[in-house]
């Protein structure tokens, strides 16, 4: 009779003389579900679509061929279609409010573009009416300068009436200068706002996020090359439960514990800083997004299991 999967899998493994703590240093998968592999005891396993990944990644740490493994024991694997089936309704009715928010926003500029014409037709109506009432205060000026000119009074009093006109005039031409003043400092306010406008804009376009590979089979691994600039950031934004491991090259140090995480815990945020590669394994690809530098790197499959392997450059 052939052996259960769980025995197959011992089998392989103390031919090669290797220990369950081995084995857990090549999957990081602890050594309490290790066992209950080699048990058939998938019960223990977090969930159903954990279990063909667990078993995938054992597999191939102990020199067997996983798809091989999986298609010959494909009747002692719990199934998950119809837990991923509810998984995928779920995230979908999420998704819909998300796409009515963006039809709003998408109509913003043109709101605000409207407010701003209104804006400026309105300051240039101020101006327009303000220098109107200059012109009429100068006119009547000129008028009572000609009346006082026909009044036959002595020389004095013409004298002490021409000096406040000059003082007046000495005031207007420092208010002239002040407004002019505060014109240039408005300006250079504005300029330096659009140029700190334009560096957040480079900055945010900084990344260019391309697929170099998409991934086949039950579990696939996704490949991309990200060009990004000195400054790069990773963060994982959780719509349902999911496992989650984050390493800093494939099987390489975890920059996260393999746990599972939940949405309480979203957005798990990842210091990549330093990083040449990155390796993120999911249970739950469909309630997962992740980001880098602000950009959705896309899980190219259906399938609840996928991993993704991101290149910088």
Known sequence: MEKEIGARLRSARESKDMSLEQVQDITKIKTRYLHAIEENDFSVLPGKFYTRAFVREYA??????PEQIM????????????????????????????????????????????????????????????????????????????NDINVPEASDTEDSESTPVSSESTDEGTVSDEEESEDQAGGEETSSSEEASSEESEENESSEVSLAEKGTGNFPEHTYNIATGEEKSLTIELEGTAYLEVQGEKNGENLISPIEYSPEDSPVKVDVSDKKQVFIKTGNALGTIVKINGQQVDFQTEQATQKLLLNFN
Request: zero cysteines; a negative charge.
């Open 60 to 65: 191939s740490a102990v020199g067997l061929d």
């Open 71 to 146: 298609e010959e024991h494909k009747n002692e694997m719990p199934t998950f279609e119809k837990e991923e089936a509810a998984q995928y309704k779920r995230v979908q009715q999420q998704k819909e409010p998300s796409a009515k928010r963006t039809n709003v926003y998408k109509y913003l500029p043109t709101v605000m573009t409207f407010v701003l014409v209104v804006g400026i037709l309105f300051v240039a109506y101020i101006f327009i009416m303000g220098g109107n009432n200059d012109l009429g205060s100068g006119a009547a000026e000129q008028e009572a300068s000609s």
